[in-house]
């Protein structure tokens, strides 16, 4: 088993039940919060846009 984002062996059973070593399985959390944070902001971009349009 080995790391799902730097390739590197995953050695210890937490690691390899969520598919990412300690470092990069943090990292992915903050990446799906900053997602999160983006969808938000693009669809009230849109939102916007079509308020202007009509
Ligand atoms: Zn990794």
């Known amino acids: 088993m080995y ?3 730097c390739n590197r062996k995953l050695k210890d059973k937490k690691s390899i039940d969520r598919g990412y ?3 990069c399985w943090s990292k ?3 990446e799906d919060a900053e997602f999160e944070r983006n969808q938000v902001t693009i669809d009230e971009v849109m939102e916007g ?3 202007a349009r009509d």
């Open 3 to 5: 790391c799902a984002k």
């Open 49 to 51: 846009e079509g308020n």
């Open 21 to 23: 070593g300690p470092v």
């Open 28 to 30: 992915k959390l903050e």
